[in-house]
């Protein structure tokens, strides 16, 4: 995994357009982190094997730290010229973000060229609700929510709120039910 983040890394800071990555690198990236912390952690620290472990740990995180402020860069310069960005270049986790960049863009440019017509038009920006609360009807295991955090485990007759889309799924499997405020 080391190879595959380097040669990600220096293609995106060689180049100027995005490069294209797959959709799952940042959650392969993750685990192969996690896999480096742990497997340092169960080492004793004066080895030669530990400290090679920690250089690779901190190569790693530079790279990454570098990789996701290249890529953040090339997205916003995209954005702010209203190119649209294929999703065959972008994570997941990009495509999730970037969602939600475009309509502001497009929006806040029809704002700007009302403007300039002469006259202020209504902004109208819906809001979707990002939680929802439920009452769970049965036992549900710890669950990774939309927003990738953990939520639960739940019982029969807690309470708790969740992502809308994690929210639907639970209610259409009759785990849960919604709870109006």
């Known amino acids: 995994m080391y190879n595959k983040l380097y040669e990600a890394w220096k293609r995106e800071l060689e180049n100027i357009e995005l490069q294209k990555t797959s959709s799952d690198f940042y959650s392969q990236i993750t685990s192969y982190f996690r896999r480096i912390s742990e497997e340092g952690r169960m080492l004793d620290k004066r080895t030669v094997k530990a400290r090679l472990l920690k250089n690779e740990m901190t190569n790693v995180k530079l790279m990454v730290q570098k990789l996701v402020q290249a890529r953040y860069r090339k997205l916003v310069r995209k954005v702010a010229r209203g190119e649209k960005v294929s999703a065959d270049f972008l994570t997941m986790e990009e495509r999730k973000i970037c969602t939600g960049v475009l309509p502001f863009y497009e929006a806040y ?50 309470v ?12 259409k499997q009759g785990l849960a039910e919604r709870v109006e405020v």
Do not use: H, W
């Open 109 to 158: 440019q029809r704002f700007a060229k009302n403007i300039l017509r002469g006259y202020v038009s209504e902004v109208n920006v819906e809001q979707k609700p990002k939680k929802a609360i439920l009452r769970f009807l049965k036992n549900v295991p710890a669950i990774i929510g939309a927003d990738m955090e953990t939520y639960g485990p739940f019982k029969v007759e807690d």
């Open 160 to 171: 708790a709120s969740l992502p809308v889309e994690n929210s639907e799924i639970l209610i």
